[in-house]
């Protein structure tokens, strides 16, 4: 059973064309986090929600921004896509009071044209 | 800055071989480490994880060993089959309070040869 999902697995976008991808889960986690991961790298954080407390990571661009409006999901906002944004975008979701394991959704593979 | 890598980019192994795949942190104060496994256009799977007050921690065929003294993590595979080929990474926790923060390696691609 999925318990970290995200929508949609594909996403074309235009350069410049505001793009929204979305994440759900089913653990009932405090905390949901959104990383970047570009070809051949490793997942980077962008930021993270502690319930309703949002946490940016100093060199996460600002053309980034998120929307947690419950528990269960969360959605990563891309105001103007570069072509440098093109990337595979990861959710995760993990108890508070940790440290504890992260769960990975299976990611949206963003292409901008 | 402070940095977690892995020492090798890809790693060749026979079918049935062991694996070993290196991680190098910088951290010292880091307390907990987790490795991943990732296959192609899927996300992370959590494999093992180890905190800061262990040295050694085993799961179904794999094996984490953690060396404070030189800040060295490994993950041992038994018995590697074709369907453990994927990248793996090694993460550290970077995060305090009530969430975490988890810094990735570049990443290990493991081959496993039939």
């Known amino acids: 059973d999925a318990m970290v999902i995200q929508n949609p697995r594909y996403q074309v976008t235009q350069f410049g064309k505001p793009v929204t991808l979305s994440c759900s889960q089913t653990?009932?986690?405090?905390?949901m986090y959104w990383y970047q991961q570009k070809s051949s790298q490793a997942p980077k954080l962008l930021f993270h929600?502690?319930?309703?407390?949002?946490?940016n990571e100093a060199d996460t661009p600002d053309n980034f921004q998120s929307r947690r409006p419950n528990t269960s999901f969360c959605f990563l906002d891309i105001r103007s896509p570069g072509l440098g944004d093109a990337a595979m975008y990861l959710c995760?979701?993990?108890?508070?009071?940790?440290?504890?394991?992260?769960?990975f959704g299976p990611g949206t593979r963003l292409t901008v044209t | 800055g402070e940095s977690v890598g892995l020492h090798l980019p890809t790693l060749s192994v026979q079918e049935g071989d062991n694996s070993i795949i290196n991680c190098a942190y910088s951290?010292?104060?880091?307390?907990?480490f987790i490795w991943y496994k990732q296959e192609s256009g899927k996300g992370p799977q959590f494999i093992i994880d180890?905190?800061?007050?262990?040295d050694k921690r085993q799961g179904q065929r794999v094996t984490v060993l953690l060396n404070k003294t030189v800040k060295h993590l490994s993950l041992q595979i038994a018995a590697t089959q074709p369907g453990d080929s994927a990248v793996y990474f090694c993460?550290?926790?970077?995060?305090?309070?009530?969430?975490?923060?988890?810094?990735f390696g570049q990443g290990t691609t493991l081959q496993v040869k039939p």
């Open positions: 995760a979701t993990s108890r508070a009071g940790g440290p504890y394991e992260q769960y």
């Open positions: 653990l009932n986690h405090n905390v």
């Open positions: 929600y502690y319930d309703k407390d949002f946490n």
């Open positions: 951290n010292s104060a880091s307390d907990y």
């Open positions: 180890i905190r800061s007050n262990m």
């Open positions: 993460a550290e926790n970077q995060g305090s309070g009530n969430t975490g923060k988890l810094i």
